[in-house]
């Protein structure tokens, strides 16, 4: 049998009770978590980040490039044309962060069309942008040692501006990178809402994934609410394929986070895997 998944919590949507980052993580290990990821951590202490992760033994195992400006409803910088400075100043502030806290992998934000444009007469030129950022990108990070991602956002429900949509364009734009180390993260969430189809999608894709988020469809609930998608059948499917990284938990829960943990308790009663509560 192959070996089970194992679960990061996303800290910057569960433990929302808890309001600091260094909290949280501790919040995650209690709760069974032997990892996490995190959205934007550059407000936190760095140093209570680093030592809340020693303390309980947990990863990082992923965050995101900066966002750029949030008060003018900017989400990253990587497809914006002629923002190629701030996104490699951002970039640096992201692998800084990363090494010290020994996270491996970083989230490279494509960004929205810029407000006022239209997509479509600014498509091409975003697309050589961000595929120019991203082979700057993939230089700096293999120095690190830090495998890069791009992540496929829903416009039909999330992000209506998001410039990355759907797996099929993620493919595409990175094969036109060529990079070993940026991969695509896929976030069954929206790949089920953009292009559904997901079995197929999977298996398609597989080669090119270096990261997987979950979240019910279509409330972005815990993976056992009510919804489309069946988390049971989709982590066999992915144990099958041989994955061998980190579910990021990715989701807004309906109440208390540690209370809506059932799923994660049924998955590692049938298939095992590592349970660090307390």
């Known amino acids: 049998m192959p070996p089970p998944l194992r679960f990061a919590a ?26 996490v ?7 936190a202490d760095l140093g209570g980040m680093k030592a809340a ?7 990082l195992v992923l965050m995101n490039t900066p966002a750029g400006d949030a008060t003018a409803g900017e989400l990253g910088l990587g497809a914006l044309p002629g923002r190629q400075d701030e996104f490699r100043a951002g970039l ?22 810029p407000a006022g444009m239209d997509r479509a007469s600014i498509e091409k ?11 700057y990108a993939a230089n700096m990070l293999h120095e690190a040692g830090i495998v890069g991602l791009i992540e496929p956002i829903n416009c039909r429900i999330s992000e209506p501006l998001y410039f990355l949509n759907t797996p099929q364009q993620g493919a ?17 969430f929206h790949w089920q809402i953009m292009d ?20 019910q469809v279509p409330h972005r609930n815990e993976p056992d609410s009510p919804g489309e998608l069946n988390f049971m059948y989709l982590y066999e499917l992915l144990q099958e ?36 509560a307390v």
């Open 125 to 135: 030129e975003m697309e050589e942008t961000f595929i120019e950022n991203l082979r």
């Open 10 to 35: 996303n800290i910057s949507w569960l433990f929302q009770d808890v309001p600091d980052l260094p909290g949280r993580i501790s919040a995650a290990a209690r709760a069974g978590f032997p990892a």
């Open 196 to 215: 559904g189809n997901l079995t197929e999608n999977i298996k398609t894709y597989f080669p090119s994934i270096g990261h997987v988020q979950v979240a």
């Open 37 to 43: 990821e995190v959205a934007w951590p550059y407000a």
């Open 241 to 276: 394929l041989g994955y061998q990284g980190y579910i990021g938990c990715e989701y807004r829960p309906r109440g208390d986070t540690a209370a809506g943990l059932g799923w994660m308790k049924t998955y590692r009663r049938k298939y095992g895997g590592q349970d660090t």
């Open 53 to 59: 992760l020693k303390e309980n033994n947990m990863e």
């Open 92 to 113: 640096q502030q992201a692998v800084t962060w990363a090494r010290e806290l020994d996270c491996t992998r970083i989230h490279i934000m494509a960004g929205r069309v």
């Open 172 to 188: 595409s734009i990175l094969q036109k990178v060529g990079r070993p180390n940026v991969k695509m993260q896929m976030d069954l």
